[in-house]
T-cell receptor
Framework: TQLLEQSPQFLSIQEGENLTVYCNSS?????LQWYRQEPGEGPVLLVT?????EVKKLKRLTFQFGDARKDSSLHITAAQPGDTGLYLC????????????FGKGTHLIIQP | DVKVTQSSRYLVKRTGEKVFLECVQD?????MFWYRQDPGLGLRLIYF???????EKGDIPEGYSVSREKKERFSLILESASTNQTSMYLC?????????FGPGTRLLVL
């Protein structure tokens, strides 16, 4: 059984600070997705990374896939209250038909 | 733009009722999924389908069934709702390994 561990589980910081969320596994994944979910809504895809060592930037968000494709990180620069939400990482094991392995998420609160 | 819709945002049912949750995607995706999401447990896969009329059990299929008669529509059925099925239900469809989610249905079983 593949597992994805996310850390931290909860994070509350002030507006303007930087933060990093981690997603770790002992398993190799063919791809890794990051989602953001707001209360009462479905997860919204932020990024998909597929190559070991890949770095993708989305405005103030930087995503990295580990060289061995077992881990990933999400770094937010100058966090804003609009970044508040549940961040989920999910790993794919090839093909797409079998679904993804999800981490339990990081609850992020950015205080004004 | 990718679009996955779910028939209801909120639903209240009584124990023992049969419940239908509908999901429709307009992206011509082959794969569709049903999850439930509970605090502290994350997303758990109930059933998935990789083609019309095909279905596969996920991690927690007990108490649920599914139907996929058309490519764009994937239904989740609770044959006899129980209080422990109170949850947020999320439908997704996928192109490759990237999944796109609907807005979710929050189901309360009394």
């Amino acid at each position: 059984t593949q597992l994805l561990e996310q850390s931290p589980q909860f994070l509350s910081i002030q507006e303007g600070e930087n933060l990093t969320v981690y997603c770790n596994s002992s398993s190799v994944f063919s791809s890794l997705q990051w989602y953001r979910q707001e209360p009462g809504e479905g997860p919204v895809l932020l990024v998909t990374v597929v190559t070991g060592g890949e770095v993708k930037k989305l405005k103030r968000l930087t995503f990295q896939f580990g060289d061995a494709r077992k881990d990933s990180s999400l770094h937010i620069t100058a966090a804003q209250p609009g970044d508040t939400g549940l961040y989920l990482c999910a790993g794919g094991s090839g093909g797409g038909a079998d679904g993804l392995t999800f981490g339990k998420g990081t609850h992020l609160i950015i205080q004004p | 733009d990718v679009k996955v819709t779910q028939s209801s945002r909120y639903l209240v049912k009584r124990t023992g009722e049969k419940v239908f949750l509908e999901c429709v995607q307009d992206m011509d995706h082959e794969n569709m999924f049903w999850y439930r999401q509970d605090p502290g447990l994350g997303l758990r896969l109930i059933y998935f389908s990789y083609d019309v009329k095909m279905k596969e059990k996920g991690d927690i299929p007990e108490g649920y069934s599914v139907s996929r008669e058309k490519k764009e529509r994937f239904s989740l059925i609770l044959e006899s709702a129980s209080t422990n099925q109170t949850s947020m239900y999320l439908c997704a469809s996928s192109w490759g390994e990237t999944q796109y989610f609907g807005p979710g249905t929050r189901l309360l079983v009394l």
